[in-house]
């Protein structure tokens, strides 16, 4: 009786070396899909990490940029308020005529750069008083007027932009008291006469 070998038919054994295989590269792939999804989450989160910081730059860069436009109005606004009485003391002299020759070129440049900076001269004669923009050192009536109206400007305004250095210095004149409601009692008078007229005639 002779004895069956050992080990079964050579190709139950490629079998199970095809099954082992298979596993195991099942195992790898699954292993490395795993490790794809995390390495692409730490992707994403270093990604919206660099846009948070980035954003964090930017808002840093306006803020510094916006801190510097406005120490240097402050420094310009400082610098041009101390000009004001220099450019009073030329606007007295231009009055009585006396800024001429050399000094009228002096003048005549400190003003252009004055205006390059910002600075603004307001307040003209005939314009609507405003309390705003003018003081009133004076106070008058007038007939002339309709409204509160600067009839004389004593000291010129400055603003810079939209701020204001120093109001203008003005003479104020109001309408002149009772001009405005004569003209109401002429008509009602008017209406009572013709009244008068009308039943006299009947």
Do not use: W
């Amino acid at each position: 009786m002779t004895e069956k070998p050992q080990g079964g038919k050579p190709g139950d054994d490629s079998a199970a070396e095809e099954a082992v295989l298979k596993a195991a590269e099942e195992a790898v792939a699954g292993s490395g899909a795993d490790e794809l999804a995390a390495a692409r989450r730490e992707a994403s989160e270093r990604t919206a990490d660099l846009q948070r910081l980035q954003a964090e730059y930017q808002n840093y860069r306006k803020r510094v940029e916006r801190d510097r436009l406005t120490v240097r109005e402050i420094a310009v606004s400082n610098i041009l308020e101390a000009l004001i009485p220099v450019l009073d003391d030329i606007g007295r002299a231009r009055d009585h005529g006396e800024v001429t020759g050399g000094f009228k070129s002096v003048s005549d440049n400190l003003e252009t750069v004055v205006a390059k900076l910002g600075l603004q001269q307001f307040g003209k004669e005939g314009e609507p008083f405003d309390p705003t923009l003018h003081e009133a050192l004076m106070h008058s009536y007038s007939s002339d007027v309709t409204e509160d109206t600067c009839v004389q400007i004593l000291q010129p305004g400055y603003r810079i932009g939209e701020r204001i250095i120093r109001p203008a210095m003005v003479a104020v004149a109001e309408p002149q008291p009772g001009t405005q409601t004569t003209s109401a009692p002429d008509a009602a008078d008017k209406a009572e006469s013709d009244k008068g007229d009308g039943a006299a005639d009947s």
